[in-house]
Protein backbone atom coordinates (compact mmCIF):
# COMPACT_ATOMS: atom_id res chain seq x y z
CA UNK A 1 0.00 0.00 0.00
CA UNK A 2 1.23 3.46 -1.27
CA UNK A 3 0.77 6.68 0.59
CA UNK A 4 1.45 9.50 -1.92
CA UNK A 5 -1.78 11.20 -1.49
CA UNK A 6 -5.00 11.94 0.06
CA UNK A 7 -5.77 8.80 0.62
CA UNK A 8 -3.31 5.29 0.02
CA UNK A 9 -2.93 3.42 -3.26
CA UNK A 10 -3.43 -0.67 -2.74
CA UNK A 11 -1.77 -2.08 -5.41
CA UNK A 12 -1.61 -5.40 -7.11
CA UNK A 13 0.77 -4.77 -9.59
CA UNK A 14 4.36 -5.69 -9.48
CA UNK A 15 5.19 -2.96 -11.68
CA UNK A 16 3.58 0.22 -12.57
CA UNK A 17 4.67 2.38 -15.40
CA UNK A 18 5.25 5.87 -14.31
CA UNK A 19 2.15 7.37 -16.47
CA UNK A 20 -0.14 4.97 -14.33
CA UNK A 21 1.33 5.58 -10.97
CA UNK A 22 1.24 9.65 -11.87
CA UNK A 23 -2.27 8.44 -12.85
CA UNK A 24 -3.09 6.83 -9.08
CA UNK A 25 -1.69 9.66 -7.17
CA UNK A 26 -4.47 11.88 -9.11
CA UNK A 27 -6.50 9.78 -8.44
CA UNK A 28 -6.13 9.25 -4.69
CA UNK A 29 -6.03 12.90 -4.56
CA UNK A 30 -9.53 13.56 -5.45
CA UNK A 31 -11.42 15.00 -2.60
CA UNK A 32 -14.47 12.52 -3.37
CA UNK A 33 -12.12 9.06 -2.99
CA UNK A 34 -13.06 7.00 -0.14
CA UNK A 35 -10.94 4.83 1.80
CA UNK A 36 -8.24 4.33 -0.66
CA UNK A 37 -7.87 3.30 -4.66
CA UNK A 38 -6.88 0.01 -5.94
CA UNK A 39 -5.39 -0.82 -9.01
CA UNK A 40 -5.20 -4.67 -10.22
CA UNK A 41 -2.06 -6.94 -11.13
CA UNK A 42 -2.75 -5.93 -14.93
CA UNK A 43 -2.71 -2.30 -14.39
CA UNK A 44 -1.51 0.18 -16.66
CA UNK A 45 -2.05 4.15 -18.30
CA UNK A 46 -5.65 5.09 -19.43
CA UNK A 47 -7.09 8.53 -19.65
CA UNK A 48 -7.18 10.20 -16.50
CA UNK A 49 -7.45 6.94 -14.48
CA UNK A 50 -5.07 3.77 -14.97
CA UNK A 51 -6.70 1.05 -16.89
CA UNK A 52 -7.20 -1.87 -14.12
CA UNK A 53 -7.98 0.84 -11.82
CA UNK A 54 -10.96 0.80 -8.82
CA UNK A 55 -12.22 3.66 -7.19
CA UNK A 56 -14.99 4.31 -4.94
CA UNK A 57 -16.49 7.41 -4.99
CA UNK A 58 -18.67 9.69 -2.69
CA UNK A 59 -21.83 10.97 -4.84
CA UNK A 60 -19.81 11.87 -7.81
CA UNK A 61 -19.18 10.22 -11.24
CA UNK A 62 -15.78 10.63 -13.21
CA UNK A 63 -16.55 9.93 -17.15
CA UNK A 64 -12.94 9.19 -17.91
CA UNK A 65 -12.82 6.79 -14.52
CA UNK A 66 -15.47 4.47 -16.20
CA UNK A 67 -13.38 4.75 -19.98
CA UNK A 68 -14.23 5.55 -23.37
CA UNK A 69 -15.73 1.89 -23.97
CA UNK A 70 -18.69 1.99 -21.48
CA UNK A 71 -19.83 -1.61 -20.39
CA UNK A 72 -17.30 -3.30 -22.93
CA UNK A 73 -16.93 -6.53 -21.49
CA UNK A 74 -16.46 -10.54 -22.11
CA UNK A 75 -18.81 -13.54 -22.26
CA UNK A 76 -18.50 -17.05 -22.55
CA UNK A 77 -20.31 -19.51 -25.13
CA UNK A 78 -19.92 -23.10 -23.96
CA UNK A 79 -20.42 -26.06 -26.27
CA UNK A 80 -20.52 -30.15 -26.13
CA UNK A 81 -17.92 -30.02 -28.81
CA UNK A 82 -14.02 -31.52 -27.80
CA UNK A 83 -10.96 -30.57 -29.64
CA UNK A 84 -11.09 -33.96 -31.46
CA UNK A 85 -14.26 -32.65 -33.31
CA UNK A 86 -12.40 -29.00 -34.85
CA UNK A 87 -10.02 -30.70 -36.96
CA UNK A 88 -7.67 -27.50 -38.92
CA UNK A 89 -9.90 -27.92 -41.82
CA UNK A 90 -13.21 -27.48 -39.55
CA UNK A 91 -11.88 -24.63 -37.55
CA UNK A 92 -11.02 -22.76 -40.30
CA UNK A 93 -14.27 -23.02 -42.14
CA UNK A 94 -15.83 -22.55 -38.52
CA UNK A 95 -13.89 -19.14 -38.32
CA UNK A 96 -14.67 -17.80 -41.41
CA UNK A 97 -18.75 -18.42 -41.01
CA UNK A 98 -18.07 -16.80 -37.64
CA UNK A 99 -16.45 -13.76 -39.65
CA UNK A 100 -19.05 -13.56 -42.17
CA UNK A 101 -21.54 -13.06 -39.41
CA UNK A 102 -19.59 -10.46 -37.52
CA UNK A 103 -18.38 -7.25 -38.85
CA UNK A 104 -15.05 -6.16 -37.50
CA UNK A 105 -12.86 -3.33 -37.34
CA UNK A 106 -15.37 -0.65 -38.26
CA UNK A 107 -17.31 -1.95 -40.06
CA UNK A 108 -21.13 -2.08 -39.50
CA UNK A 109 -23.79 -4.37 -40.25
CA UNK A 110 -24.14 -5.00 -43.86
CA UNK A 111 -27.84 -4.45 -43.84
CA UNK A 112 -29.49 -1.63 -41.57
CA UNK A 113 -30.53 -2.98 -38.10
CA UNK A 114 -33.88 -2.00 -37.12
CA UNK A 115 -34.01 0.68 -34.38
CA UNK A 116 -37.60 -0.41 -32.87
CA UNK A 117 -36.31 -4.17 -32.44
CA UNK A 118 -32.98 -3.23 -31.31
CA UNK A 119 -34.75 -1.04 -28.34
CA UNK A 120 -36.79 -3.79 -27.48
CA UNK A 121 -33.77 -5.74 -27.17
CA UNK A 122 -32.15 -2.97 -24.99
CA UNK A 123 -35.42 -2.98 -22.73
CA UNK A 124 -34.59 0.10 -22.08
CA UNK A 125 -36.44 3.81 -23.54
CA UNK A 126 -33.91 6.32 -25.41
CA UNK A 127 -33.14 8.58 -22.66
CA UNK A 128 -33.08 12.48 -23.14
CA UNK A 129 -28.80 12.42 -22.09
CA UNK A 130 -28.74 10.58 -25.17
CA UNK A 131 -29.73 12.59 -28.54
CA UNK A 132 -31.21 10.48 -31.55
CA UNK A 133 -28.91 10.92 -34.09
CA UNK A 134 -25.83 9.64 -31.11
CA UNK A 135 -28.36 6.74 -31.57
CA UNK A 136 -28.49 6.71 -35.17
CA UNK A 137 -25.17 6.72 -35.59
CA UNK A 138 -24.56 3.64 -33.12
CA UNK A 139 -27.36 1.14 -33.82
CA UNK A 140 -26.06 -0.55 -36.84
CA UNK A 141 -22.62 -1.11 -34.94
CA UNK A 142 -24.95 -3.79 -32.72
CA UNK A 143 -24.09 -7.21 -33.92
CA UNK A 144 -19.97 -5.96 -34.51
CA UNK A 145 -16.96 -6.61 -32.82
CA UNK A 146 -14.86 -3.38 -33.51
CA UNK A 147 -11.17 -3.32 -33.60
CA UNK A 148 -7.94 -3.01 -31.14
CA UNK A 149 -7.86 -5.53 -28.45
CA UNK A 150 -11.72 -6.49 -28.92
CA UNK A 151 -11.81 -10.47 -29.93
CA UNK A 152 -13.91 -13.59 -30.67
CA UNK A 153 -12.18 -16.95 -29.79
CA UNK A 154 -12.70 -20.80 -30.13
CA UNK A 155 -10.74 -22.23 -27.27
CA UNK A 156 -10.03 -25.39 -25.78
CA UNK A 157 -9.81 -26.09 -21.89
CA UNK A 158 -7.67 -28.56 -19.98
CA UNK A 159 -10.19 -31.44 -20.99
CA UNK A 160 -10.02 -30.65 -24.40
CA UNK A 161 -13.79 -29.30 -24.47
CA UNK A 162 -14.26 -26.41 -26.68
CA UNK A 163 -15.72 -23.04 -25.75
CA UNK A 164 -16.03 -19.24 -27.35
CA UNK A 165 -14.96 -16.09 -25.61
CA UNK A 166 -15.60 -12.66 -27.20
CA UNK A 167 -14.88 -9.09 -26.21
CA UNK A 168 -16.50 -6.39 -26.77
CA UNK A 169 -18.42 -3.09 -25.62
CA UNK A 170 -20.72 -0.75 -26.93
CA UNK A 171 -18.88 0.72 -30.01
CA UNK A 172 -19.17 4.69 -31.18
CA UNK A 173 -21.89 4.85 -28.69
CA UNK A 174 -20.00 4.50 -25.31
CA UNK A 175 -17.22 6.78 -26.97
CA UNK A 176 -19.42 9.21 -27.94
CA UNK A 177 -21.23 9.50 -23.95
CA UNK A 178 -17.56 9.13 -22.41
CA UNK A 179 -16.39 12.44 -24.22
CA UNK A 180 -19.68 14.39 -24.40
CA UNK A 181 -19.53 14.60 -20.70
CA UNK A 182 -15.95 14.10 -19.98
CA UNK A 183 -15.93 17.40 -21.59
CA UNK A 184 -19.67 18.14 -19.45
CA UNK A 185 -17.79 17.70 -16.30
CA UNK A 186 -14.82 19.69 -17.07
CA UNK A 187 -17.23 22.73 -17.75
CA UNK A 188 -18.77 21.99 -14.82
CA UNK A 189 -16.01 21.74 -12.24
CA UNK A 190 -14.26 24.76 -13.54
CA UNK A 191 -17.72 27.04 -13.54
CA UNK A 192 -17.56 25.96 -9.48
CA UNK A 193 -13.97 26.63 -9.11
CA UNK A 194 -14.18 22.63 -8.30
CA UNK A 195 -9.92 21.47 -7.80
CA UNK A 196 -8.68 18.73 -9.35
CA UNK A 197 -5.57 16.76 -9.50
CA UNK A 198 -5.86 16.53 -13.35
CA UNK A 199 -8.43 17.86 -16.23
CA UNK A 200 -9.24 14.16 -17.13
CA UNK A 201 -10.36 13.59 -13.64
CA UNK A 202 -13.49 15.90 -13.97
CA UNK A 203 -16.33 15.05 -12.35
CA UNK A 204 -19.82 15.28 -11.92
CA UNK A 205 -21.28 15.83 -8.54
CA UNK A 206 -24.43 13.47 -7.31
CA UNK A 207 -26.64 16.44 -6.50
CA UNK A 208 -26.47 18.02 -10.28
CA UNK A 209 -28.35 17.21 -13.05
CA UNK A 210 -25.48 16.61 -14.91
CA UNK A 211 -24.80 13.53 -13.13
CA UNK A 212 -28.28 11.82 -14.05
CA UNK A 213 -28.08 12.57 -17.57
CA UNK A 214 -24.80 10.61 -17.45
CA UNK A 215 -25.62 8.17 -15.20
CA UNK A 216 -28.70 7.30 -17.47
CA UNK A 217 -26.86 7.63 -20.89
CA UNK A 218 -24.11 5.00 -19.26
CA UNK A 219 -26.55 2.99 -17.64
CA UNK A 220 -28.30 2.58 -21.71
CA UNK A 221 -24.33 1.90 -22.55
CA UNK A 222 -24.52 -0.85 -20.75
CA UNK A 223 -27.25 -2.60 -21.86
CA UNK A 224 -26.26 -1.47 -25.67
CA UNK A 225 -23.08 -3.49 -25.18
CA UNK A 226 -24.70 -6.26 -23.80
CA UNK A 227 -27.23 -6.38 -26.95
CA UNK A 228 -23.93 -5.67 -28.95
CA UNK A 229 -22.45 -8.95 -27.38
CA UNK A 230 -25.64 -11.49 -27.60
CA UNK A 231 -25.88 -10.95 -31.03
CA UNK A 232 -22.06 -11.56 -31.58
CA UNK A 233 -23.09 -15.10 -30.05
CA UNK A 234 -25.94 -15.76 -32.12
CA UNK A 235 -24.05 -15.34 -34.95
CA UNK A 236 -21.36 -18.06 -33.68
CA UNK A 237 -23.67 -20.12 -32.53
CA UNK A 238 -25.73 -20.52 -35.77
CA UNK A 239 -21.93 -21.09 -36.98
CA UNK A 240 -21.31 -23.59 -34.87
CA UNK A 241 -24.36 -25.33 -35.64
CA UNK A 242 -23.93 -25.13 -39.06
CA UNK A 243 -20.52 -26.24 -39.24
CA UNK A 244 -20.06 -29.02 -36.69
CA UNK A 245 -21.81 -31.56 -34.60
CA UNK A 246 -22.38 -29.70 -31.74
CA UNK A 247 -25.66 -30.26 -29.63
CA UNK A 248 -25.74 -28.03 -26.93
CA UNK A 249 -24.45 -24.39 -27.47
CA UNK A 250 -24.84 -22.74 -24.24
CA UNK A 251 -24.08 -18.89 -23.05
CA UNK A 252 -22.55 -19.00 -19.64
CA UNK A 253 -21.08 -16.11 -18.57
CA UNK A 254 -21.48 -12.30 -19.48
CA UNK A 255 -19.46 -9.50 -17.49
CA UNK A 256 -18.86 -5.64 -17.70
CA UNK A 257 -15.51 -4.50 -17.04
CA UNK A 258 -15.72 -0.36 -17.59
CA UNK A 259 -18.48 0.73 -15.48
CA UNK A 260 -19.20 2.73 -12.74
CA UNK A 261 -22.39 1.19 -9.54
CA UNK A 262 -23.89 1.95 -6.56
CA UNK A 263 -21.88 -0.40 -3.94
CA UNK A 264 -21.20 -0.63 -0.19
CA UNK A 265 -17.97 -1.01 0.55
CA UNK A 266 -15.70 0.29 4.10
CA UNK A 267 -18.80 1.04 5.76
CA UNK A 268 -20.34 3.41 3.18
CA UNK A 269 -22.31 3.90 0.53
CA UNK A 270 -20.71 5.40 -2.53
CA UNK A 271 -20.24 4.66 -5.93
CA UNK A 272 -17.40 2.33 -7.68
CA UNK A 273 -16.00 3.11 -11.06
CA UNK A 274 -14.51 -0.23 -12.60
CA UNK A 275 -12.22 0.63 -15.10
CA UNK A 276 -10.46 -2.29 -16.92
CA UNK A 277 -11.63 -4.42 -13.78
CA UNK A 278 -14.03 -6.63 -13.14
CA UNK A 279 -16.57 -6.99 -9.99
CA UNK A 280 -15.68 -10.56 -8.21
CA UNK A 281 -17.76 -10.85 -5.35
CA UNK A 282 -17.28 -14.33 -3.42
CA UNK A 283 -18.23 -17.12 -5.60
CA UNK A 284 -19.29 -15.03 -9.04
CA UNK A 285 -18.15 -16.30 -12.01
CA UNK A 286 -15.40 -14.16 -13.72
CA UNK A 287 -13.46 -14.09 -17.27
CA UNK A 288 -9.80 -12.93 -17.27
CA UNK A 289 -8.71 -13.43 -20.92
CA UNK A 290 -5.05 -13.22 -21.84
CA UNK A 291 -3.80 -11.97 -25.39
CA UNK A 292 -4.28 -14.06 -28.42
CA UNK A 293 -1.98 -16.12 -28.02
CA UNK A 294 -2.03 -17.04 -24.75
CA UNK A 295 -4.22 -18.48 -21.63
CA UNK A 296 -7.48 -17.17 -20.88
CA UNK A 297 -9.45 -18.02 -17.35
CA UNK A 298 -12.43 -18.65 -16.03
CA UNK A 299 -12.08 -17.90 -11.88
CA UNK A 300 -14.17 -17.74 -9.07
CA UNK A 301 -14.35 -13.94 -7.31
CA UNK A 302 -12.92 -14.30 -3.64
CA UNK A 303 -14.48 -11.04 -2.63
CA UNK A 304 -11.33 -9.23 -1.29
CA UNK A 305 -12.73 -6.22 0.77
CA UNK A 306 -9.32 -4.66 0.06
CA UNK A 307 -9.44 -4.39 -3.73
CA UNK A 308 -13.65 -3.45 -3.61
CA UNK A 309 -14.48 -7.01 -4.27
CA UNK A 310 -12.56 -6.53 -7.91
CA UNK A 311 -10.35 -8.65 -10.27
CA UNK A 312 -7.98 -7.63 -13.23
CA UNK A 313 -10.07 -7.81 -16.62
CA UNK A 314 -7.21 -9.53 -18.45
CA UNK A 315 -3.47 -9.55 -19.09
CA UNK A 316 -2.67 -5.73 -19.50
CA UNK A 317 -0.93 -3.89 -21.98
CA UNK A 318 2.61 -4.55 -21.39
CA UNK A 319 3.37 -2.21 -24.40
CA UNK A 320 1.80 0.64 -26.31
CA UNK A 321 0.62 -0.01 -29.85
CA UNK A 322 3.38 1.97 -31.30
CA UNK A 323 6.06 -0.09 -29.53
CA UNK A 324 4.28 -2.84 -30.02
CA UNK A 325 4.35 -2.19 -34.58
CA UNK A 326 8.43 -1.14 -33.84
CA UNK A 327 8.73 -4.88 -32.14
CA UNK A 328 7.35 -7.14 -34.54
CA UNK A 329 5.82 -7.11 -38.17
CA UNK A 330 2.26 -7.95 -38.79
CA UNK A 331 3.75 -11.29 -40.92
CA UNK A 332 5.86 -11.92 -37.79
CA UNK A 333 2.74 -12.25 -35.74
CA UNK A 334 1.10 -14.11 -37.76
CA UNK A 335 4.09 -16.37 -38.33
CA UNK A 336 4.45 -16.43 -34.50
CA UNK A 337 0.60 -17.65 -34.40
CA UNK A 338 0.99 -20.32 -36.88
CA UNK A 339 3.96 -21.64 -34.82
CA UNK A 340 1.32 -22.00 -31.91
CA UNK A 341 -1.17 -23.81 -33.65
CA UNK A 342 -3.50 -20.83 -33.86
CA UNK A 343 -5.64 -19.57 -36.44
CA UNK A 344 -5.72 -16.06 -36.94
CA UNK A 345 -8.53 -14.42 -39.30
CA UNK A 346 -8.10 -10.63 -38.89
CA UNK A 347 -9.74 -8.14 -40.84
CA UNK A 348 -7.19 -5.41 -40.68
CA UNK A 349 -3.67 -7.90 -41.03
CA UNK A 350 -1.73 -4.45 -40.65
CA UNK A 351 -2.37 -3.57 -37.24
CA UNK A 352 -2.04 -7.70 -36.23
CA UNK A 353 1.41 -6.55 -34.79
CA UNK A 354 -0.22 -4.23 -32.08
CA UNK A 355 -2.28 -7.11 -30.45
CA UNK A 356 0.91 -9.42 -30.01
CA UNK A 357 0.62 -11.80 -27.39
CA UNK A 358 4.33 -9.97 -26.71
CA UNK A 359 2.12 -6.40 -26.56
CA UNK A 360 0.86 -7.53 -23.24
CA UNK A 361 1.84 -8.77 -19.64
CA UNK A 362 2.15 -12.37 -18.76
CA UNK A 363 -0.65 -13.79 -17.68
CA UNK A 364 0.39 -16.15 -15.52
CA UNK A 365 2.01 -13.89 -13.94
CA UNK A 366 -0.64 -11.53 -13.43
CA UNK A 367 -2.99 -14.92 -11.91
CA UNK A 368 -0.35 -15.08 -9.56
CA UNK A 369 -0.11 -11.83 -8.37
CA UNK A 370 -4.30 -12.24 -8.09
CA UNK A 371 -4.21 -15.13 -5.59
CA UNK A 372 -6.04 -13.19 -3.11
CA UNK A 373 -8.68 -11.63 -5.52
CA UNK A 374 -9.77 -14.98 -7.99
CA UNK A 375 -9.38 -18.70 -7.24
CA UNK A 376 -8.79 -19.66 -11.08
CA UNK A 377 -11.30 -23.08 -12.13
CA UNK A 378 -10.91 -23.18 -16.15
CA UNK A 379 -7.62 -22.83 -17.92
CA UNK A 380 -8.77 -21.87 -21.52
CA UNK A 381 -6.04 -21.84 -24.74
CA UNK A 382 -6.71 -20.50 -28.28
CA UNK A 383 -7.41 -22.51 -31.52
CA UNK A 384 -8.62 -20.26 -33.65
CA UNK A 385 -8.75 -15.96 -33.27
CA UNK A 386 -11.17 -13.87 -34.75
CA UNK A 387 -9.81 -9.70 -34.95
CA UNK A 388 -10.42 -6.75 -36.34
Request: hydrophobic letters at 45%.
Amino acid sequence: MLTPGRVPIDSWAPELEATAMVQAVNLSNLPFAISHVALMPDAHAGYGMPIGGVLFADRAVVPYAIGVDIGCGVALLDTDLTVDDLPRPVLRRLLEAIASGVPVGTAHQHAPVDRERALDEIGLDLPASIPAAWFERSVDSLGTLGSGNHFLEVQRDEAGRVAVMLHSGSRSLGKTICDAFQQTALALCRARRLPLPHDELAYLPEDTPEFDAYWSAMTFALRFAEVNRSRMLEAAERAITAHTRARRVERTVDIHHNYAARERHAGRDGIVHRKGAVRAVAGEIVLIPGSMGTTSYVAEGLGNAASFETCQHGAGRAMSRTKARQAMTPGEVFDRMAALGIELHSGDPRSAAEEAPSAYKDIEAVMAHSADLVRPIRRLTPLGVLKG
